[in-house]
């Protein structure tokens, strides 16, 4: 469930009408809405009330400061996946204690940032990492704790860029080697392994293989007790699906229940790492029509906005709603819909938000919405055909705030410079 919703024909966040923002800040531009990422991240983590948890936001889906810090106001931490990320966590006043670290690529360098903010955790993700991590971890004189991330060898049935628990994937260590290194991590010391972790894939819409991989992280906990290694922290990664069309992802109340069932009695804290479904229908990226251009085949919507804003339709070819901002009431009789793409200005025919849509008539100004683009929509954008990034705004009941600015031409050039002997 999420706050953006059509009011007299016109769609608004929480109580602020798009147009305004629209109007006021311009397209394209990212919308997201504070009462309702604070809704999901209440209906995501009840359902583990009643054991031991900690919920870590996977920030790599929308990393803003702002939204960081609705989220650890509440008590979250984050799951971050570089330096970067844990520069942006410590400076939205993340907990460190409740920071876990996951990557399959930590150079010394963020290893050592990370030891010295003292994080929860590194998800160590091979031997070489972890004998890199004794290495620093000695050299700095700072414990380092850790899980390692086993590669469950289970299908998560997503899309295989955003598959990762799968033997071909390059994440996590197999199961079988998994047991052995633990083993080795007694022998090392400036390492205290106190969890398990994996993260099988995103945008999961089956339970099944999730509680295949908790079934098996739960196998190597018993057998590593046995060996006398205490594992306290007991982390199942993310992933947990959304609806952005037809799909019927688990609730969170099934995912939750059902995942609470298997370790309720294990003694261990859980730790869960959604990104996704906690931001994903709560931001929208707002753009306006440029052009409407017909073609023998087709009749092509141009707007301002573009696969450097959001690159998941081009990359996985991902569904995202598109709707008006503004409805004409005549619209309400389905005979109007017209059969569109949507397509921004980037010299690439791979550049669509939207293909073979119907939508309500259309015409050269119009804002449009592109829906569920909180999750991996500003994060993932760049400056291709050196266009600024787009900005951010939090709505927050009637009012809203610019949480990033709008580029400019002069941060597009930022740190370029032209050798001497050139000019
Ligand atoms: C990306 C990622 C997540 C979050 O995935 P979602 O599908 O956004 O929930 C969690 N854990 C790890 C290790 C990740 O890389």
């Known amino acids: 469930m999420n706050f953006f919703e059509y009011v007299n024909n016109e769609l608004y966040c929480e109580k602020v009408p798009l147009k305004n923002i629209a109007d006021e800040v311009g397209t394209p531009v990212f919308v997201y809405s504070r009462q309702t990422l604070e809704r999901h991240l209440r209906v995501f983590s009840e359902p583990f009330s009643s054991v031991s948890h900690l919920v870590c936001y996977s920030m790599k889906a929308c990393s803003n400061l702002a939204i ?149 992280l739960v196998g190597i906990l018993e057998q590593l007790r046995s060996d006398g290694i205490d594992i306290q922290y007991l982390d199942i990664g993310g992933g947990l699906g959304i609806p952005y069309d037809q799909e019927e992802p688990p609730m969170p109340s099934e995912y939750g229940a059902a995942v609470v069932e298997r370790m309720r009695d294990l003694g261990v804290t859980l730790i869960l790492e959604p990104g996704r479904v906690l931001v994903g229908n709560a931001g929208i990226l707002l753009t306006q029509v440029l052009y409407l251009k017909k073609t023998k085949k087709k009749l092509f919507v141009i707007v301002d906005a573009a696969m450097n804003d959001l690159i998941r339709p081009s990359l996985y070819d991902a569904h995202h709603v598109v709707q008006k901002v503004t409805l004409r009431p005549s619209q309400s009789s389905p005979d109007k819909l017209i059969t569109v793409d949507i397509v921004g200005p980037i010299c690439e025919s791979g550049d669509y938000l939207a293909k073979s849509r119907e939508l309500g008539e259309v015409a050269f100004g119009d804002h449009l919405a592109v829906m569920s683009a909180g999750a991996y929509g500003f994060s993932m954008s760049s400056n291709y055909n050196s266009r600024p990034r787009a900005p951010e705004v939090l709505v927050d009941g009637e009012n809203y705030y610019i949480i990033r600015e709008r580029e400019t031409y002069a941060d597009l050039v930022r740190g370029e410079r032209i050798p001497p002997h050139l000019q």
């Open 68 to 216: 960081l810090k609705i989220f650890s106001r509440l008590g979250a931490g984050v799951d971050i996946v570089s330096g970067g990320e844990l520069y942006r966590a410590l400076s939205a006043g993340v907990e460190p204690s409740r920071i876990v670290y996951s990557g399959v690529g930590k150079r010394a360098s963020e290893i050592d940032e990370a030891l010295l903010a003292g994080i929860l955790m590194f998800n160590v993700e091979s031997e070489a990492e972890l004998e890199l991590l004794e290495i620093r971890a000695r050299s700095l004189g700072i414990k380092a704790r850790i899980a390692l991330r086993v590669n469950p060898d289970v299908d998560p049935k997503t899309h295989p860029y955003i598959s990762t628990g799968l033997q071909k994937n390059k994440f996590g260590i197999d199961t079988s080697r998994a047991l052995d290194l633990y083993k080795q991590t007694l022998k090392m010391d400036w390492i205290e392994p106190i969890g398990i972790d994996c993260h099988i894939g995103s945008q999961l819409t089956e339970l099944g293989p999730i509680l295949e991989a908790v079934e098996k």
